[in-house]
């Protein structure tokens, strides 16, 4: 493990990660996500902000293997389960309908 990605706090990363969700102005904290994941892989809020994170950015093949591994790791976490079975061709069209999902979603 590196020096680098010791120092990523997950929780933090996660804190952030769902604030940027909300703001439709911000830039999306992707490589953040993965820096943290690198730190703690098994855990399930990260690989759902992750999934968020891209189908948000509209990377519907990037989302769901992101959100079916927050799956596998939490299968009955509410929130996580109701990402992850929103139907596939769901894609938010405006900055204001990616806050209205983001914000049922986190």
Known sequence: MTASSTAVNPR????????????????????????????????PRLWHIKGLIHRAEEQRELA?????????????????????????NHRPRTKESRLRQTESSV
């Open 12 to 43: 933090r990363v996660l804190d952030d990660a769902i604030a940027a969700l909300k703001d439709p102005d911000s830039k999306l904290p992707l490589e953040d996500v993965d820096r943290a994941l690198r730190v703690a892989p098994h855990d």
């Open 64 to 88: 769901l293997p992101a959100l079916e591994r927050a799956l596998q790791l939490a299968p009955n976490e509410p929130i996580i389960v109701r990402a992850s079975s929103e139907p596939s």
